[in-house]
T-cell receptor, first 113, second 110 residues
Framework: ETGVTQSPTHLIKTRGQQVTLRCSSQSGHNTVSWYQQALGQGPQFIFQYYREEENGRGNFPPRFSGLQFPNYSSELNVNALELDDSALYLC????????????FGPGTRLTVT | SQQGEEDPQALSIQEGENATMNCSYKTSINNLQWYRQNSGRGLVHLILIRSNEREKHSGRLRVTLDTSKKSSSLLITASRAADTASYFCATQYGNNRLAFGKGNQVVVIP
């Protein structure tokens, strides 16, 4: 297992609500990336945080936002939830000089009803 | 999009047999990686092959990369029931992001 942890494990929300997902990176890693994985699909890059700032973003609307804290942990916030936001959300941590070595957490399963 | 496409999508084999999966991608890459995912949980990194490499081995895994065809293959030899999982290829681009394919579901029958 990697040293990346995510919370909560599972979450059920109603359409229109807001959700916050959390990720603690592996020791020594200062970069966190978030991915969305819909059922039966591969993960899709949402964004990456480095030095507490967004460092690249995929094709996701602004209602997907994030934070990175001084201890390198990170949050993913999704506003105005839609049914299609139901997915497994994965975070991955890495060192800024080794993006090719990303270590994934176990994910948070979000269900929007 | 850099997204890779794996072929075949689903594979069912007997324990002890070899499993081969293919992946294609669309544009230039820095490297290509293969990941395993069990039961919709976190991704486990299996192997990375750089764009200037053609073949790489790790235990029972063998990966090839053909940059002229923009394709890669993953071979798992002497499969075990524990190899039952989904396998994804991912290409690294833009220095900091991974683009994943849709994945192969592999079932190894004991």
């Amino acid at each position: 297992e990697t040293g990346v942890t995510q919370s909560p494990t599972h979450l059920i929300k109603t359409r229109g609500q807001q959700v916050t997902l959390r990720c603690s990176s592996q020791s020594g890693h200062n970069t966190v990336s978030w991915y969305q994985q819909a059922l039966g699909q591969g993960p899709q890059f949402i964004f990456q945080y480095y030095r507490e700032e967004e460092n690249g973003r995929g094709n996701f609307p602004p209602r997907f936002s994030g934070l990175q804290f001084p201890n390198y942990s990170s949050e993913l916030n999704v506003n105005a939830l839609e049914l299609d936001d139901s997915a497994l959300y994965l975070c991955a941590s890495s060192r800024q000089d080794r993006f090719d070595e990303q270590y994934f957490g176990p994910g948070t399963r979000l269900t929007v009803t | 999009s850099q997204q890779g496409e794996e072929d075949p999508q689903a594979l069912s084999i007997q324990e002890g047999e070899n499993a081969t999966m293919n992946c294609s991608y669309k544009t230039s890459i820095n490297n290509l990686q293969w990941y395993r995912q069990n039961s919709g949980r976190g991704l486990v990194h299996l192997i990375l092959i750089r764009s200037n490499e053609r073949e790489k081995h790790s235990g029972r895994l063998r990966v090839t990369l053909d940059t002229s065809k923009k394709s890669s293959s993953l071979l798992i030899t002497a499969s075990r029931a524990a190899d039952t999982a989904s396998y994804f290829c991912a290409t690294q681009y833009g220095n900091n992001r991974l683009a994943f394919g849709k994945g192969n579901q592999v079932v190894v029958i004991p």
